[in-house]
């Protein structure tokens, strides 16, 4: 049982200061109840002598006080608070910390560059299906990069720059050679790094910057789904957005849709870094993640109560586990699914019918816990409302092309629907992985309705071959199989289509029930 029920995370970043208060579910999931963003920029406020100012410190008092303010409405079991780049670059830091203790009575943990490296890969490994990569968070003062391997880092480096201060580098002025000088400058800074090497691996990005990337290359190229977690760029793709930034103004990217307007005048550096990093690993691919420093920093605290509530082996089941959960899945009824589910492939299996891969089990364990979610918006549309929710949901742990393959499963009622739901993603899944999904959906809506009352309870399954194109399912159920006999006589065909074969269905009651 959760007994942490409400947390705030402060975040002291040197372009945005930034309070997050989440609410926890009693799987440990956790949604945001405020959020609120203040582009401080602390940054400009450090002076030749790398102090910050007393107008910055006062500037971040103010911040503190507001959120203080706002913390005031809640219930919260704790807050962490912490500063990252500008106040550790800071030589008066120390002073920094003690001015907002004593104004606002609040101890900000000031993170060293390796912690905030670690707290922004402790959150990629426990919500991406990566177990192997680069990461690279880019701040306004500060960026790291991690590389991982097994859920474990192996490298990392803070550099001590960031968007903010690339942009006062290179791009205060009109200079024409801006792009070219900064190039130069992030490949020289790379390049001291014998570990930043070409791996063939993937870039796994967070922070703002790479999420306004990712929106706006979603609005370019007109993407169906919603949602940039597990989001993925190619070389090319990357170089299409920094084109588009590169050629327009600040007040034209400010009306840029997809883009935050306090970002307009960063976006471009941003951008640049990633192209370079890009290459100096020959990454395989480029990937966002909506979850960053904040986000670990919560799990790692939510890991302290409930050891197993986050680790980079249990991202795909918890999610599944915690969506159900959500919305009100009936747990008794996926249980009950699941089990038929396995049993009967199994009997499949033994028979000669059907011989089910590691893939189809796992859209089965999964498709059958989240089988027509949707109910929770409307019973009658809820294979219409099953697939919309799982495509445009950020799911931990799922790749895009992974979470439209778990709605077409989840939402299976016929054949007519099915293609209804990839009129907007054509192509994206091939042929013989739409069969296996439209399989193992058909599957699952057999077994619904073997599993309609929720009690009874089936004993024995058999398959016994009747003829050459017949075969005879026995089901021994716990009590009389009324309304099952009716479902199942109705849906058999679904399993039929999976086999190739008709299916004569024989109920009985066990003996002495």
């Known amino acids: 049982m959760a007994t942490l029920k409400h947390v705030a995370v402060i975040d002291i970043g040197s372009n945005t200061v930034r309070l997050v208060i989440y609410q926890l579910t009693e799987l440990y999931d956790f949604h945001e109840l405020q959020n609120v963003k203040l582009p401080v920029r602390l940054y400009q406020y450090l002076d030749q002598d790398k102090n910050l100012a007393k107008k910055g410190i006062d500037k971040l008092v103010e911040v503190i006080r507001l959120f203080q303010k706002v913390m005031g409405h809640y219930q919260l079991d704790d807050v962490i608070a912490t500063a990252t780049a500008v ?21 900000l943990r000031l993170l060293s560059d390796e912690e905030e490296a670690s707290y922004g890969q402790y959150a990629i490994t426990r919500s991406t299906q990566f177990n192997e990569g680069y990461t690279v968070d880019m701040g306004g003062g500060s960026t790291e990069v991690t590389y991982f391997k097994n859920g474990v880092i192996k490298h990392y480096h803070s550099f001590p720059f960031g968007v903010v201060t690339l942009q006062e580098l290179f791009y205060a002025t009109a200079d024409k050679k801006a792009d070219e000088k900064a190039a130069a400058y992030i490949k020289e800074q790379i390049s001291q790094f014998s570990w930043i090497k070409p791996r063939k691996l993937p870039i796994i990005a967070i922070g ?61 550096p941003a951008n640049l870094l990633y192209l370079c990093l890009f290459d100096a690993v020959a990454a395989e691919k480029f990937v966002f993640c909506h979850r960053g420093l904040r986000e670990g920093l919560l799990m790692e605290r939510i890991n302290q109560e409930a050891a197993s509530a986050y680790t980079p082996n249990n991202v795909r089941k918890m999610t599944v586990r915690r969506l159900a959960d959500l919305y009100l899945a009936d747990a008794v ?27 189809v089990m796992d859209y089965l364990e999964a498709g059958t816990y989240l089988y027509h979610l949707g109910a ?31 709605a077409l499963v989840a939402s299976y009622k016929n054949k007519s629907l099915f293609n209804q739901f990839l009129r907007q993603y054509k192509n994206w899944l091939d042929p013989e992985a739409l069969q296996v999904i439209r399989e193992v959906g058909s599957i699952i809506k057999f077994c619904d309705a073997l599993a309609i009352t929720r009690v009874n309870e089936i004993r024995k399954l058999k398959f016994r ?16 199989p009324l309304a099952e006999y009716y479902r199942a006589t109705r849906q058999k065909k679904n399993l039929e289509y999976v086999l190739g074969k008709t299916i004569e269905l024989d109920f009985q009651k066990e003996e002495g029930s």
Not at 87 to 107: D, F, K, W
Not at 235 to 261: C, H, I, M, P
């Open 465 to 480: 071959k009747k003829d050459k194109g017949t075969y005879t399912l026995k089901i021994i159920w716990k009590y009389d």
């Open 208 to 268: 703002g910057s790479s999420r306004n990337i990712a929106s706006v290359h979603q609005r370019m190229i007109d993407y169906p789904m919603s949602g940039i977690h597990e989001y993925e760029m190619s070389r090319e793709d990357l170089q299409q957005t920094y084109e588009l930034f590169d050629q327009l103004t600040v007040a034209q990217k400010q009306n840029l849709d997809g883009l935050s307007r306090d970002r307009a005048d960063i976006i471009t």
């Open 333 to 359: 009824g996926a249980s009950q699914r699941l089990t038929i589910a396995k049993t009967l492939l199994a009997e499949l299996e033994a028979a000669g019918l059907l011989y089910p891969t590691q893939k």
């Open 87 to 107: 106040i550790r670059q800071a030589n008066n830091q120390e002073e920094v910390l003690a001015s907002v203790a004593q104004e606002t009575g609040l101890s």
């Open 376 to 406: 929770y918006v409307e019973e009658d549309d809820s294979s219409m409302h099953s697939f919309y929710l799982l495509a445009n949901s950020n799911l931990s742990g799922f790749s895009h092309k992974s979470r439209l393959s778990l």
